[in-house]
């Protein structure tokens, strides 16, 4: 079943095309990675698939709901990860968490029961009544993941996850996607790191200008394109 359906999608600025006739079928359990220069088109299609921006022209389906008609059911099925994540930094990681389990209406018991679980996972028990004005940015991230993966959305976009990163705090976000994969979650991510998308894409997409060029699972793009790595296909492809 395809949980993300973009057809025919267009997003202009003033008079420039970010993003010009882009299709796209993400399946469930599906990890897809969105490939491109800057300014190629991968964050403004991310925030128009979340619904953060109205195309131009085309339309979006989350979960068999369109983002046009029937927005608030498909905004529940999805969350967003952006590259510089918002926090209420006056209050503590469990105040923040709390409140938006509110958001999404989940029962007290269950909230309760998910926060202390991924705060677990995260390895931010210790730290969860500390305010967030105090976190690392490292912590800062893996919050911003737990507040997005406790209403157990089908659909995690995610736009650059890896910044400012250390090696451990890598490891832990890479092993938590993939997992999240394999219950059924459908991620979308867009990254400048080549090895990310080969050790965890299914599939790839590449932009270049605006446009989808090219996707298709690694082995899919190296008969098409005939070359032996994902970064020669991506440099041959991109090159100005």
Same mark, same amino acid.
């Given at each position: 079943?395809?949980?993300?359906?973009?057809?025919?999608?267009?997003? *202009?600025? %003033?008079?420039?095309?970010?993003?010009?006739?882009? %299709?796209?079928?993400? *399946?469930?359990?599906?990890?897809?990675?969105?490939?491109?220069?800057?300014?190629?088109?991968?964050?403004?299609?991310?925030?128009?698939?979340?619904? $953060?921006?109205?195309?131009?022209?085309?339309?979006?389906?989350?979960? +068999?709901? /369109?983002?046009?008609?029937?927005?608030?059911?498909?905004?529940?099925?999805? +969350?967003?990860?952006? #590259?510089?994540?918002?926090?209420? !930094?006056?209050?503590?990681?469990?105040?923040?968490? !709390? &409140?938006?389990?509110?958001? &999404?209406?989940? #029962?007290? #018991?269950?909230?309760? !029961? *998910?926060? %202390?679980?991924? $705060?677990?996972?995260?390895?931010?028990? !210790?730290?969860?009544?500390?305010?967030?004005?105090?976190?690392?940015?490292?912590?800062?991230?893996?919050?911003?993941?737990?507040?997005?993966?406790?209403?157990?959305?089908?659909?995690?976009?995610?736009?650059?996850?890896?910044? +400012?990163?250390?090696?451990? +705090?890598?490891?832990?976000?890479?092993?938590?996607?993939?997992?999240?994969?394999?219950?059924?979650?459908?991620?979308?991510?867009?990254?400048?790191?080549?090895?990310?998308?080969?050790?965890?894409?299914?599939?790839?997409?590449?932009?270049?200008?605006?446009?989808?060029?090219?996707?298709? /699972?690694?082995?899919?793009?190296?008969?098409?394109?005939?070359?032996?790595?994902?970064? #020669?296909?991506?440099?041959?492809?991109?090159?100005?």
């Amino acid at each position: 079943m395809f949980v993300v359906r973009a057809e025919n999608l267009y997003k *202009r600025f %003033n008079e420039h095309w970010v993003v010009e006739n882009l %299709n796209l079928s993400i *399946r469930e359990g599906e990890f897809y990675c969105l490939l491109g220069p800057n300014g190629a088109g991968k964050t403004t299609t991310l925030k128009l698939l979340v619904g $953060l921006l109205k195309p131009t022209k085309g339309k979006i389906y989350i979960g +068999g709901f /369109s983002l046009d008609t029937m927005a608030e059911q498909a905004k529940k099925l999805v +969350g967003f990860i952006p #590259d510089t994540p918002f926090l209420y !930094e006056n209050l503590t990681a469990i105040e923040f968490l !709390e &409140f938006i389990g509110t958001i &999404f209406y989940i #029962d007290k #018991d269950t909230l309760k !029961e *998910r926060i %202390n679980f991924y $705060l677990d996972v995260f390895g931010l028990e !210790e730290a969860k009544n500390i305010l967030l004005r105090d976190y690392s940015h490292g912590m800062r991230q893996r919050i911003i993941y737990i507040a997005n993966l406790i209403h157990k959305p089908k659909v995690l976009l995610v736009d650059e996850p890896l910044v +400012g990163l250390d090696p451990q +705090g890598i490891n832990l976000i890479k092993r938590v996607l993939k997992e999240k994969t394999k219950e059924g979650m459908a991620i979308v991510m867009s990254t400048h790191i080549l090895q990310i998308a080969e050790q965890l894409a299914d599939r790839v997409g590449i932009m270049d200008r605006g446009k989808l060029i090219v996707e298709g /699972s690694l082995e899919e793009l190296k008969k098409k394109i005939k070359e032996g790595s994902l970064e #020669d296909i991506f440099f041959m492809l991109t090159q100005r």
